[in-house]
């Protein structure tokens, strides 16, 4: 049973270019969450996806931050026009989608993304 | 605000020797708790979790950890420590006012030595 998928794992982008991220949950599981680590730091949470519905997008930066779920494929968290702040680890995890089992959430590698 | 706290930024344990990494949270009820591992360069492994029930939670990895209401607290504890338990841990919290969201602490670096 494979877990969280999360390519590419290491993304180098120069400053004003767009990066995209992708992430596979778990097979079964329905509820997608993108959490950012910048150095030194514990994770932040970004947002909260299920298939094609944002529902929590309240660590969204407001601006070159858009993130999706479609119906078939992977979610993609994209950033556009990256700035050197953006640098930082990002990781995908996924749960089921019952009530309860849906707080227990599986972490994929990350994708590293600097912003050179 | 919502809150977790890891007051130990960095620990230090011989290997054999028992372990206790405390975390503390902000929060007006029970939320769901969780503490999870994580390796250099790797992703995050749930270590155990508490939603409801016993206050003392078994792991993987031979880790446990209390939940105590009246200290807001889930501590992570282990026996006996293996070289090979050298992470950074963190605690997050979830459910109730945290919704869907993980909010985890500031996460603390266990180093072994032999």
């Known amino acids: 049973n494979a877990g969280v998928m999360q390519n590419p794992r290491h993304l180098v982008r120069r400053r004003g270019q767009e990066a995209r991220l992708r992430c596979s949950p778990m097979?079964?599981?329905?509820?997608v969450y993108w959490y950012r680590q910048l150095p030194e730091e514990g994770l932040k949470f970004m947002v909260y996806l299920q298939k094609e519905n944002i529902i929590d997008e309240s660590g969204m930066p407001k601006e070159r931050f858009s993130a999706e779920f479609p119906k078939e494929g992977p979610s993609i968290l994209r950033i556009q026009q990256v700035v050197r702040g953006d640098s930082a680890a990002y990781f995908c995890?996924?749960?089921?989608?019952?009530?309860?089992?849906?707080?227990?959430?599986?972490f994929g590698p990350g994708t590293r993304l600097t912003v050179t | 605000a919502q809150s977790v706290t890891q007051p130990d930024i960095h620990i230090t344990v011989s290997e054999g020797a028992s372990l206790e990494l405390r975390c503390n949270y902000s929060?007006?009820?029970?939320?769901?708790l969780f503490w999870y591992v994580q390796s250099p360069g790797q992703g995050l492994q749930l270590l155990l979790k508490?939603?409801?029930?016993?206050?003392l939670v078994q792991g993987i990895k031979g880790f446990e950890a209390e939940f105590k209401r009246s200290q807001s607290s889930f501590n992570l504890r282990k026996p006996s420590v293996h070289w090979s338990d050298a992470a950074e841990y963190f605690c997050?919290?979830?459910?109730?006012?945290?919704?869907?969201?993980?909010?985890f602490g500031a996460g603390t670096i266990l180093r072994v030595k032999s």
């Open positions: 995890a996924s749960s089921l989608e019952s009530q309860k089992r849906s707080y227990e959430q599986y």
């Open positions: 097979k079964g599981h329905s509820h």
């Open positions: 508490y939603f409801s029930g016993d206050t």
């Open positions: 929060y007006g009820a029970t939320p769901y």
């Open positions: 997050a919290v979830g459910g109730g006012e945290y919704g869907n969201k993980l909010v």
